[in-house]
């Protein structure tokens, strides 16, 4: 008898009353003959021969498990191993031989050569290719419009005479199993049952599920270099600057919006210019009289400190830190002896004949009172109050 799981086709020419059909009461097997392209199970897949040959021959039992090629049933067809795609989506695997995604019901198509009826129609079956169903012998008209299988992608019946796949009660002719995306053929290949019982191949799958570059719109396949900056990803040979066009890759870059820029287009395009060195300002850098300065050329123009932070004083356009400026430019107080700063005490200077005094120390030789912004006289080169060269 035949295997449960698979469907049988055959032909028998009309023979003499009495003869019995294959798989009826009352018939007998047909001369046997060169054997049909009988049921191929591609990778889990149920694959039915198309061809029918001019007579039939007594079909062995094919065992659950068991599978082989169009032209050699005897030849078991291993199932492939799972895939999975670059996003960590799996692949199914095809069903193995005997599962559950195996066909339910057995059938067997021949000629008829006795007096049988059609189950549906009433038709004589005699001398006519038939189909028998569950011990129901019926026409390949009736076949076709009752009992065949729809295909899940044209929703054509599958006939008698069709190759046909399923997998997880879904049914397919062979020309009808294809890649959603790329057309390719997909039996014996790995695929992915999708939404709306789309079928993917690998390939697809994979290119689908994956993130797109911001640069060129094409997907990322896992493997390809990338570069990845707040939530979004380029190629490598995608992230280039928007001057110079040239790939930045992993290296440094300016954010302006929407774009991005090298280090060097983005210093003569955006950055400030120093004021001494009148080079770009990248980094650092501070700010004099409304003027920007590199931390390194804004220096002590005595001792080459950097004044960045720090007190200084200015004299024609020269900067000084305020040991410098003691010991090199300033004016020394004609009563103290000591530099006149104008840092701490004693910022306010007074001047008279090319002399120059801390405000403090500009004081009555005689009294000591002191003659900031107050009248005084000046006696055989000493200073006085207006009262004390009276008494003198």
């Known amino acids: ?88 989506s799996v692949l199914h695997p095809f069903p193995a031989p005997g599962s559950s ?22 038709d004589s079956l005699q001398g006519k290719k038939y189909v028998q169903k ?29 190759k046909e796949l399923h997998f997880k009660n879904r049914y397919w002719h062979d020309s009808c199993f294809r890649c959603f995306k790329c057309y390719t053929s997909l039996v014996n290949e790995p695929f992915m049952l999708r939404e709306n019982n789309k079928v993917w191949c690998s390939n697809c799958t994979a290119t689908d599920e994956a993130p797109r570059c911001k640069g060129c719109f094409k997907p990322i396949i896992a493997g390809d270099q990338n570069v990845e900056y707040k939530k979004m990803v380029w190629h490598k040979d995608c992230f280039t600057c928007s001057q110079c066009k040239q790939v930045i890759g992993s290296g440094s870059f300016f954010p302006k919006g929407d774009e991005f820029y090298c280090v060097s287009c983005h210093e003569h395009k955006f950055a400030k210019t120093c ?54 430019v300033a004016k020394k107080c004609a009563g103290c002896k000591n530099p006149i700063t104008g840092f701490g005490r004693g910022t306010s200077v007074v001047n008279y004949e090319d002399e120059s005094w801390h405000d403090y120390c500009f004081k009555c030789t005689k009294c000591a009172r002191g003659l900031a912004n107050k009248r005084f006289v000046c006696h055989n080169g000493k200073i006085y109050c207006a009262e004390c060269p009276k008494r003198l």
């Not at 007998?28 to 990778?43: D, K, M, R, T």
């Open 134 to 162: 569950e011990g129901r012998h019926c026409c390949v008209k009736c076949f076709e419009k009752i009992c065949a299988n729809t295909c899940i992608e044209c929703k054509k019946p599958i006939g008698a005479d069709s």
């Open 101 to 122: 995604a195996a066909r339910p019901s057995s059938y067997s198509v021949g000629t008829m050569s006795e007096r049988f009826d059609c189950h549906y129609c009433r």
């Open 275 to 328: 004021a001494k060195c009148k080079n770009p300002i990248t980094s650092g850098g501070l700010t004099y009289q409304e003027q920007p300065w590199h931390s390194e050329c804004f220096i002590c123009s005595n001792c080459k400190k950097q004044l960045g932070g720090k007190r200084f004083t200015a004299v024609e356009d020269q900067f000084y830190c305020v040991e410098c400026y003691k010991e090199c």
């Open 1 to 88: 008898m035949l295997a449960k799981c698979h469907r049988w086709l055959g032909f028998f020419p009309p023979q003499s009353a009495g003869a019995e059909a294959l798989g009826g009461a009352g018939c007998s097997p047909p001369p046997p003959a060169a054997p049909w392209a009988g049921p191929v199970l591609l990778a889990g897949l149920i694959f039915f021969a198309t061809r029918l040959p001019a007579i039939s021959v007594k079909a062995a039992a094919v065992q659950p498990g068991a599978g082989g090629s169009a032209l050699d049933r005897s030849s078991p067809t291993s199932c492939p191993q799972p895939q999975h795609s670059c996003t960590g």
